[in-house]
């Protein structure tokens, strides 16, 4: 079984050699290692030329720059692997990942196998929870409500393997020209899984919060998680229209925008008028504002929800000193 790892790179020249040499020296060896250099002007494309006249396994995909989606979907078209890994550049993952991820996915065809996930940060770490005394469960809808229940869903796609052929029949690639493209991404290919397995144990090591990064950054285009929600919402009515009724496809979305954008912004910006701008603009939104309402209105919501999506639209200004607080109090006590 060969496991294909794409890796797409941009300017990440300080933490590219850690991320190839947790590839490059994987236990098991029978993967193939595509490198997109998305049109970076740092030292990142010839320490990548470097890696590839020492291992064979590496293919280089060298394009003008035009993001993250593209860079992926270029990646996946090159595929021979049975089933695709995304690995991003500035994250690293454990040594022998791919050799238990293997063990997993010869015991059932699965579709989508999902790995733990480490985040750090300079004074941050933390292991994400992603099953819930299970470790494989039938239908992509139900491991999504499963999973959103009991509040361990995680959108990101580089902890999913996913089976190479079930892109391929339905024509699933990330969305080009948006932020937070891995949500939409995921979700399509739960929706078209019929076996999903999970593995606890932490073999991607995702690096939160460098100084660099986008989401360090205030910026209009984080208005992009709405397009993602009427992507989502038209691709379950066409897909499994009853999800659109279910609560925890209502708690899924109205919390992974407000984590996205609405929760972070008041965290680290609160009195930034730009971002409490953008913040308001996205709760405004017609598509988004339904949600923020049922959860604000409806009988029987959990309370943290109920409140946090009544003061938003009550409220605003307690809003912000409401999600500063509990935030950097829960990181306190943590």
């Known amino acids: 079984m060969k496991?294909?790892?794409?890796?797409p790179v941009y300017n990440v020249e300080g933490y590219l050699a850690e991320c190839l040499n947790s590839v490059v020296n994987q236990?098991?060896?029978?993967?193939?290692?595509?490198?997109?250099?998305?049109?970076?002007?740092?030292?990142?494309?010839?320490?990548?030329?470097?890696?590839q006249l020492q291992d064979e396994r590496i293919k280089i995909i060298n394009q003008e720059n035009q993001g993250l989606s593209a860079a992926r979907n270029a990646g996946i078209k090159k595929v021979s692997g049975e089933y695709i890994w995304f690995v991003d550049s500035d994250d690293y993952i454990a040594i022998d990942a791919c050799e238990k991820i293997v063990e997993k996915l010869k015991q059932n065809n699965y579709d989508l196998l999902v790995v733990g996930r480490f985040r750090f940060g300079k004074d941050y770490k933390e292991c994400d929870k992603i099953s819930w005394g299970v470790d494989e469960i039938k239908f992509g809808e139900k491991y999504l409500l499963e999973a959103v229940s009991h509040g361990i869903f995680t959108a990101s796609a580089c902890n999913k393997i996913v089976r190479t052929t079930?892109?391929?029949q339905h024509n699933i690639y990330f969305e080009r020209g948006i932020l937070y493209e891995d949500l939409y991404f995921t979700f399509k290919c739960l929706l078209h899984s019929e076996y999903i397995a999970m593995l606890e144990q932490p073999f991607y090591f995702y690096r939160q919060n460098r100084n660099e990064s986008i989401i360090n950054t205030i910026k209009e285009r984080d208005k992009d998680v709405l397009r993602t929600v009427v992507?989502?919402?038209d691709y379950a009515t066409l897909i499994a229209p009853k999800l659109i009724n279910e609560y925890h496809f209502k708690v899924l979305i109205y919390s992974w925008v407000a984590n996205a954008v609405c929760f972070k912004y008041p965290q680290k910006q609160p009195c930034n008028k730009n971002a409490n701008k953008i913040v308001q603009d996205i709760i405004r939104d017609k598509r988004y504002n339904k949600y923020v309402r049922y959860f604000a209105y409806s009988k029987n919501i959990e309370f943290k929800w109920k409140l946090s999506a009544w003061l938003s639209l009550n409220c605003y200004p307690l809003f912000i000193l409401f999600i500063?607080?509990?935030?950097?109090?829960?990181?306190?006590?943590k």
């Open 3 to 7: 496991i294909s790892i794409i890796i």
């Open 27 to 51: 236990t098991y060896r029978n993967i193939e290692i595509i490198i997109v250099n998305d049109g970076s002007t740092d030292n990142s494309f010839s320490i990548i030329q470097q890696y």
């Open 166 to 168: 079930l892109l391929e």
């Open 231 to 233: 992507l989502i919402e």
């Open 324 to 333: 500063y607080s509990y935030f950097n109090l829960k990181r306190i006590f």
